[in-house]
DNA sequence: GCCTAAAAGCTAACATCATTAGCCTGTACG
DNA sequence: CGTACAGGCTAATGATGTTAGCTTTTAGGC
């Protein structure tokens, strides 16, 4: 066993029960392990969940990096939000798992900062500059984030399509992005 | 005591300690009483975070109600997305209380409905009615809970300034109103 | 004023978890 | 061939949620 195999584990007993059942007793049992052998491995839940979150991201930061490759400006934008959504969409209880702060917790820095990465160079395309490029990564994070995280928790109780929905605010949000790149 | 003051207890201690020291033995020591007994009041600690989300719920609901009164169109559709904000800034750790899917469950449901009937209502300024009316509806959810989550949970790490960053968000949602009344 | 029944409290007990401590074993490596 | 360590184990502890069953308090009717 090595620290990978308990978050593969992990991640399996999320995906078919939720994280709520996420547990280091049902990772041991998964694992075939008792409960205290865990901590050869990792210090504990709490670290357990960092490092399960981060392997989400992580993974979620290369689907969006393959998205996006060979597109730029609104292509570029509209494959991005895209793309995450149906990472969320696919696999739905892991959405739960990223931490929203990953930045101040050190085992989740660095997945973090792949997210980001994948967004701010999206937004390069445009030529947004300091304030204007944050302001504007917070918004498709806003954006993503909110629909992603209420679609995964089953928030949108109506049958109108959740397609069309998202769609409009991609366009909403790309509409509010320069026309012409700023030099 | 009542159900009401096990609520009132809970919720001081999520407003203290944040919504993961909200447990029945918590609830019990800070109203002095020993922890079975708070099954006489409530179901159990399911319930009563069902319970203290739909307080939480109501609470928004009518700041926001108050807050859009005798306004309409942007101006209500901005007062509605800065309150909601403002709330989450004044109780940040009461956020993660509320569910995202409300209406799914009966101890929320109510609450659920009044939230989205505030927000339904002031969109009935734009003349929207039926899918599109729905469309609108998610995305201001969507725009007030990405930011608000991400804001209370402190993910939001640059220094830039917040306010700047959501009224663009604000301003964006508006740009894709109607400007004339659909009749 | 008293009596009874329900409301509200308590203690004891149990299951599930996370976590720590201390022990055992096999294996890789000198 | 011996030793050190990685990786596993059992036992024990302390939270916590929950149930059961008993006791007390209280409110209302007589």
């Known amino acids: 066993m090595s620290p990978s195999a308990v978050i593969d584990a992990a991640l399996e007993i999320v995906d078919a029960q939720g994280h709520g059942a996420l547990t280091l007793a049902s990772v041991a049992a998964r694992t075939g392990v008792a409960t205290p ?78 997210l980001i990465n994948v967004l701010l160079a999206v937004l390069r395309g445009y030529g947004l500059r300091g304030a204007a490029a944050v302001h504007a990564t917070r918004c498709m994070r806003v954006i993503m984030h909110g629909f992603a995280s209420l679609e995964a928790a089953g928030g949108f109780g109506l049958p109108e399509r959740l397609d069309d929905t998202y769609q409009q605010l991609i366009d909403m949000f790309v509409a509010s992005l320069p026309k012409e790149k700023i030099r």
């Open 37 to 114: 052998s865990l901590y050869k491995h990792v210090a504990g839940l709490a670290e357990l969940r960092a490092l399960a979150g981060a392997r989400v991201m992580s993974e979620l930061a290369q689907e969006l990096t393959d998205a996006v490759m060979g597109l730029s400006r609104d292509e570029a934008v509209s494959a991005l939000l895209q793309t995450g959504r149906s990472y969320v969409v696919k696999h739905p209880h892991r959405y739960a798992l990223m931490p929203l702060d990953a930045l101040h917790h050190p085992l989740t820095a660095d997945a973090g900062a792949k």
